[in-house]
């Protein structure tokens, strides 16, 4: 309590006072030094006061500092009252005297002028300088191809949430659910900036989720019987839109820290609400970008509009990966952050198969990809006047190939290019997207379509429920997991559901003989989960009188690859889900925004665990299919067909690439190379080796 301008200078009904400080920030107390303003504040007890004149402000409230809207050159004191006052009144004036982390004079401070080139919202900021500075951003490819289209940039939209809420203790837990939830959202946000700059800003982002003016506010709503999202957007609203009438040019920036207060508002507000996404209306030529997108946002996109989409979150075998390799479109995720901020319209080439996006690119590099577009649907066009041929290498091994949809309309598509049956149905797209369980008869109807587009000759396999993890449902009360990877997932859901389960057999068992039904246990990993499946198949087979059909289990767990000669004596077939393999191999999260790049199927360990499968399945006669993205990848084919797999299930647009690739194939060249390929150290190695098959 030494310093000059910071000695306590005078008492006032029990409150301390401050020296009068004039304030050196060049933009006034915005979110940033408001932020670390509050911070240091928060270490007292005392009740902290921020004076101008005649004007006040909670010293432990970012918005209410914010709302002072104060700017260079203020006069400020600092009160307080309480116990520990006089040392909060000398600390905190010291950091306004000092520029709460910001430098002094106005105009001539790098720190000044990055602040107010910072973008608006979180999801923007680490990157502004490197969307200005380079000509293409980088993502991991989830599905190759080339576009040449125009940006379309998809935010989230309406946020519908009820008015009234139940009992306050029940609303009031609700959102500080929500907070503690953003709060985490936000640190991982943290985790991917590389500049402090934008990562103090989320900092400040993570303080307006403690701000006690706002909770109180929204708390306020709450004893009126609002719901918590009601009276939590009330809340977030009214600050902004006080931010944001503030007069004067001085305080454009404090407006725009009403876009602060709005996004980290909308974070919370989507938690409670557990948000839906809206359609998402395209133009023609679009190129998508988004922050993220859901399975069922992708799913209801216009695929005539649709050239490609970029996200800046997910990975090569996310399901949104999955669902762009099905639409046959490039497609990027984990794409630089700068993606977020190109200007709607702007013209772009997106290289998925490069993992690149262009967003500056030339008159020339336009033409050049325009014409190896041309090219590339030339020689699809080709491949499919074969497509209706067998698979068959050169040295006469046949390999079916086979596709991954979701309905009997994909099933069409599939066999209009060729693929000999359907090796992967992904059943939970029936369930998603609805409020309600779909009964027997909904689910038979859907199956049957398939099976009957099929005919009795082609194969049919029908996964059961394959939810949990990054795929839940809406209306299944699945418990909150901290590893939902590790938790209860696919056929763990399935037996904890038994009811729901028996329903969906038995809607499975209605296509038997329709179509050559196989019926596929999704996320085995022990025996027990295998039997305990078959016994109730069994029951429900024996109850229905539909025997005619053959009982799989998809191969995604180590345990199951490496015990899968003990599970060949028990399963008809074997089909590896290489996405969930590779992520439980290495134990790389599929979505994760910095791992997913890593998770490739073609390290060797998960090349191992591929070759102890088939040679399980083999010593007890059983076929092995590959379900995963794998078998849609030109350059792990020859691989999968040298360590043994006879069947590929394959997206639907990639069927007659994989057939004609096939056909180009040897088998007793395609064991050598799996053999060489599996003893190599990387999967960048593998790869590397394996260039001349790259599309
Ligand atoms: C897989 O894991 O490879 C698979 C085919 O299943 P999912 O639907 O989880 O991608
Ligand atoms: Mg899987």
Redesign the pocket.
């Known amino acids: 309590m030494t310093t000059a301008a910071t000695a306590p200078e005078g008492v006032s009904g029990g409150a301390l006072t401050g020296d009068a400080i004039r304030l050196p920030n060049a933009t006034g107390l915005h979110a940033r030094p408001a932020a670390l303003l509050v911070a240091l504040a928060k270490k007292y007890q005392s009740n902290i006061r921020l004076v101008r004149g005649t004007d006040e402000a909670n010293a432990k409230s970012v918005v209410s500092i914010m709302g002072l809207g104060t700017q260079h050159g203020d006069i400020l004191r600092v009160k307080a009252t309480g116990t520990d006052a006089a040392e909060a009144i000398s600390a905190i004036s010291a950091l306004l005297t000092e520029g709460c982390g910001e430098q002094r004079e106005p105009g001539s401070s790098a720190t000044a002028s990055v602040l107010t080139s910072l973008p608006l919202t979180a999801s923007t900021e680490s990157t502004q300088a490197t969307a200005v500075s380079v000509t293409a951003l980088a993502g991991v490819c989830a599905s190759p191809g080339l576009a040449v289209g125009r940006i379309v940039q998809f935010r989230q939209d309406v946020i519908v949430i009820a008015e009234t809420g139940e009992s306050i203790e029940l609303e009031r837990r609700k959102l500080e659910a929500a907070l503690d939830a953003a709060h985490v959202q936000i640190e991982a946000l943290k985790s991917r900036l590389s500049d402090p700059a934008g990562a103090k800003i989320l900092d400040a982002h993570q303080e307006l989720l403690q701000d006690p003016d706002l909770v109180e506010a929204a708390t306020a709503g709450m004893l009126q019987k609002q719901s918590a999202g009601h009276a939590w957007r009330a809340a977030f609203m009214r600050v902004s839109t006080r931010l944001e009438s503030l007069e004067g040019a001085h305080n454009a920036l404090l407006r725009e820290r009403g876009n602060d207060i709005r996004d980290v508002g909308r974070r919370v507000l989507s938690l409670l609400a557990g948000v839906k996404q809206v359609q998402i209306e395209l133009p023609q030529d679009a190129i998508l970008i988004a922050e993220e997108l859901t399975p069922s946002d992708t799913a209801s996109l216009d695929r005539s509009k649709l050239l490609g989409f970029c996200t800046t979150t997910g990975g090569a075998?996310s399901?949104v990966a999955?669902l762009a390799r099905s639409f046959g479109i490039p497609a990027l995720c984990g794409v630089d952050d700068a993606a977020l901020t190109l200007a709607e319209g702007t013209l772009v080439v997106l290289d998925g198969a490069q993992g690149l996006l262009h967003h500056q690119p030339t008159e020339a590099d336009v033409t050049r990809a325009q014409d190896r577009v041309a090219q590339q649907a030339a020689r699809r066009e080709q491949e499919k006047t074969l497509a209706k041929d067998a698979a068959v290498t050169t040295d006469g091994q046949r390999i079916e190939v086979v596709a991954?949809v979701r309905n009997a309309d994909e099933a069409r598509e599939a066999v209009a290019l060729g693929g000999e049956g359907v090796g992967?149905l992904?059943s939970?797209f029936l369930f998603d997207e609805r409020s309600t369980a779909p009964s027997e008869d909904e689910q038979a109807a859907a199956y049957v379509a398939v099976a009957d587009t099929l005919g009795a000759q082609r194969t049919l396999v029908i996964?059961t429920l394959?939810v949990g993890?990054d795929?839940p449902l809406p209306y299944l009360p699945l418990p909150k997991e901290d590893n939902p990877f590790l938790g209860l997932r696919?056929v763990r859901v399935s037996l904890d559901q038994p009811a729901m389960f028996r329903t969906q057999l038995r809607a499975i068992l209605r296509t038997a003989g329709k179509a050559r039904l196989h019926v596929m246990f999704?996320?085995i990993a022990t025996l027990e989960e295998l039997r305990e499946a078959k016994a109730i198949l069994a029951e429900e087979a024996a109850a229905t009188g539909h025997t005619d059909f053959k009982v799989g289990i998809?191969i995604?767990v180590p345990s199951a690859a490496l015990m899968a000669d003990q599970f060949a004596r028990e399963a008809d077939f074997f089909?590896?889900?290489?996405?969930?393999?590779?992520?439980y191999t290495l134990a790389m999260d599929?979505g994760h925004p910095k791992l997913a790049k890593k998770a490739d199927g073609l390290h060797p360990s998960v090349l191992k665990m591929i070759a102890l499968t088939c040679e399980g399945a083999a010593r007890h006669g059983k076929w092995v299919g590959?379900?995963?993205?794998?078998a849609s990848d030109a350059m792990a084919v020859p691989v999968l067909i040298g360590l043994g797999v006879q069947e590929l299930?394959a997206s639907v647009p990639a069927i007659p690439a994989i057939k004609a690739l096939v056909r180009r194939l040897s088998l007793a060249d395609c064991k050598l190379l799996a053999q060489e390929v599996i003893q190599l150290g990387t999967a960048t190695e593998v790869r590397a080796r394996l260039a001349a098959f790259a599309e």
């Open positions: 075998t399901h999955i991954n992967l992904r939970e996964r394959d993890g795929k696919g999704p996320m998809m995604e089909s590896i889900g290489t996405n969930d393999l590779t992520q599929r590959v379900c995963g993205g794998m299930s």
